[in-house]
């Protein structure tokens, strides 16, 4: 059985501890660690050990993972102590706040015995997962306009994500997770990133985020991250040369609209007239040339009905796989890299205000 200690028992922290409470034979969490009293008593109600330090836990030969839930500032510290003492690490993401301090990471990573990953979830959240399946089955033929959005209304962003020092901010909350998911969509390079970043009522970092991804073989991708948008857009609206596709929500309502055959890609438009005047371009297309299909019906990577724990078992089942030595691990420091690239270029995109040309 493997033990792991969780430093920061949030939110997060207290979800990882009942992700793998009681879920796994091969895993348990058996201690914690906070800077706040009061969270540490939570710990001590789950009956786990607490520890006075984070250095206590990587001196501890009994722990051998380590899960890293704090504010994003912390995370690099902790990572390097923890993969000095040869845990194996569990980092939230941002993994850390830039690309170089990243590097450092990864050649700690490099002499440690323990294993480094990073608790990138949404890459197997069912939204995501079915507008890949619709890219790579073809069904609406060749991608090239991808919309992936989560529009909020919270408008004021909670505790520490509201502090530039911590490493607060949309780009690097919700923005990681829509970059890094985009760039499961396409296995090519990204070629150009160009970033409008608001700070609609936050006083220090970005509450709205857009992001527009240039990949080298021409498909273009919109991020969005709004905490103040009262109307939501859907969360994905896929454009592809042959059809569109619309996911609306995490429930994945939605829909699939196709040309129904080679035939309906020419029709003979006649110029109509609108509310808005004459158009021939914009005329409604005969219903009859097009096919409406529901989206596609999928299975989490397990091969379960999705379910609320889906992503943690695949995530911490990879996790044992890879420390047994059976498995490579899912979620690797390379990958977390070019996310963390593309978000410095859309820091100085926003900045500067203009795309900047890249090879990521
Ligand atoms: P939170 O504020 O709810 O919890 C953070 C905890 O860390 C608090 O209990 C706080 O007291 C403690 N803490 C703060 N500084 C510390 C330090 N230096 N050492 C030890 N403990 C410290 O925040 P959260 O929402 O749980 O976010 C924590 C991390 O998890 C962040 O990196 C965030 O980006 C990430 N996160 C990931 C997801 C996801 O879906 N993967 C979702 C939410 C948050």
Same mark, same amino acid.
């Given at each position: 059985?493997?033990?792991?200690?969780?430093?920061?028992?949030?939110?997060?922290?207290?979800?990882?501890?009942?992700?793998?409470?009681?879920?796994?034979?091969?895993?348990?969490?058996?201690?914690?660690?906070?800077?706040?009293? /009061?969270?540490?008593?939570? +710990?001590?109600?789950?009956?786990?050990?607490?520890?006075?330090?984070?250095?206590?836990?990587?001196?501890?030969?009994?722990? $051998?993972?380590?899960?890293?839930?704090?504010?994003?500032?912390?995370?690099?510290?902790?990572?390097?102590?923890?993969?000095? +003492?040869?845990?194996?690490?569990?980092?939230?993401?941002?993994?850390?706040?830039?690309?170089?301090?990243?590097?450092?990471?990864?050649?700690?990573?490099?002499?440690?015995?323990?294993?480094?990953?990073?608790?990138?979830?949404?890459?197997?959240?069912?939204?995501?997962?079915?507008?890949?399946?619709?890219?790579?089955?073809?069904?609406?033929?060749?991608?090239?306009?991808?919309?992936?959005?989560?529009?909020?209304?919270?408008?004021?962003?909670?505790?520490?994500?509201?502090?530039?020092?911590?490493?607060?901010?949309? #780009?690097?909350?919700?923005?990681?997770?829509?970059?890094?998911?985009?760039?499961? #969509?396409?296995?090519?390079?990204?070629?150009?990133?160009?970033?409008? #970043?608001?700070?609609?009522?936050?006083?220090?970092?970005?509450? =709205?985020?857009?992001?527009?991804?240039?990949?080298?073989?021409?498909?273009?991708?919109? #991020?969005?991250?709004?905490? =103040?948008?009262?109307?939501?857009?859907?969360?994905?609206?896929?454009?592809?040369?042959?059809?569109?596709?619309?996911?609306?929500?995490? $429930?994945?309502?939605?829909?699939?609209?196709?040309?129904?055959?080679?035939?309906?890609?020419?029709?003979? =438009?006649?110029?109509?007239?609108?509310?808005?005047?004459?158009?021939?371009?914009?005329?409604?297309?005969?219903?009859?040339?097009?096919?409406?299909?529901?989206?596609?019906?999928?299975? $989490? +990577?397990?091969?379960?009905?999705?379910?609320?724990?889906?992503?943690?078992?695949?995530?911490?089942?990879?996790?044992?796989?890879?420390?047994?030595?059976? /498995?490579?691990?899912?979620?690797?420091?390379?990958?977390?890299?070019?996310?963390?690239?593309?978000?410095?270029?859309?820091?100085?995109? +926003?900045?500067?205000?203009?795309?900047?040309?890249?090879?990521?």
């Amino acid at each position: 059985m493997y033990k792991a200690a969780i430093i920061g028992f949030g939110g997060m922290g207290k979800w990882h501890f009942r992700a793998i409470k009681g879920r796994f034979e091969e895993l348990d969490v058996t201690g914690a660690y906070d800077i706040r009293p /009061e969270a540490n008593e939570e +710990a001590r109600a789950e009956s786990l050990r607490v520890y006075n330090s984070a250095e206590e836990i990587f001196a501890d030969p009994n722990i $051998d993972v380590v899960i890293i839930a704090t504010p994003n500032d912390s995370h690099k510290d902790y990572i390097l102590g923890a993969l000095a +003492a040869n845990k194996h690490v569990v980092c939230e993401k941002p993994v850390v706040l830039s690309s170089e301090d990243l590097v450092e990471v990864m050649e700690a990573e490099k002499h440690s015995q323990g294993l480094f990953t990073i608790h990138q979830n949404r890459r197997w959240d069912k939204d995501f997962q079915t507008a890949k399946t619709i890219i790579e089955t073809d069904a609406i033929g060749r991608p090239y306009f991808v919309e992936s959005r989560v529009n909020g209304s919270s408008v004021f962003l909670h505790g520490w994500r509201d502090y530039k020092v911590n490493g607060g901010g949309m #780009l690097y909350d919700w923005g990681v997770h829509l970059i890094d998911q985009c760039l499961l #969509l396409n296995p090519g390079k990204v070629t150009s990133v160009t970033a409008h #970043l608001f700070q609609v009522h936050a006083q220090e970092v970005d509450d =709205n985020v857009k992001v527009l991804l240039g990949f080298e073989d021409g498909l273009s991708v919109l #991020l969005e991250v709004a905490t =103040n948008c009262f109307i939501p857009m859907p969360r994905w609206h896929v454009s592809g040369a042959n059809g569109t596709a619309i996911i609306q929500n995490w $429930d994945c309502e939605g829909r699939i609209v196709q040309l129904a055959d080679d035939k309906a890609l020419k029709w003979e =438009n006649d110029i109509v007239y609108t509310a808005a005047g004459p158009t021939r371009t914009m005329a409604p297309r005969p219903v009859n040339t097009t096919v409406q299909k529901e989206l596609p019906q999928i299975k $989490d +990577a397990l091969g379960d009905e999705y379910h609320r724990h889906s992503s943690a078992n695949i995530f911490y089942r990879n996790l044992i796989a890879a420390i047994k030595g059976e /498995e490579e691990l899912h979620v690797k420091s390379e990958q977390a890299l070019r996310v963390l690239r593309i978000i410095e270029l859309a820091f100085q995109s +926003a900045e500067e205000g203009r795309g900047i040309a890249c090879s990521i």
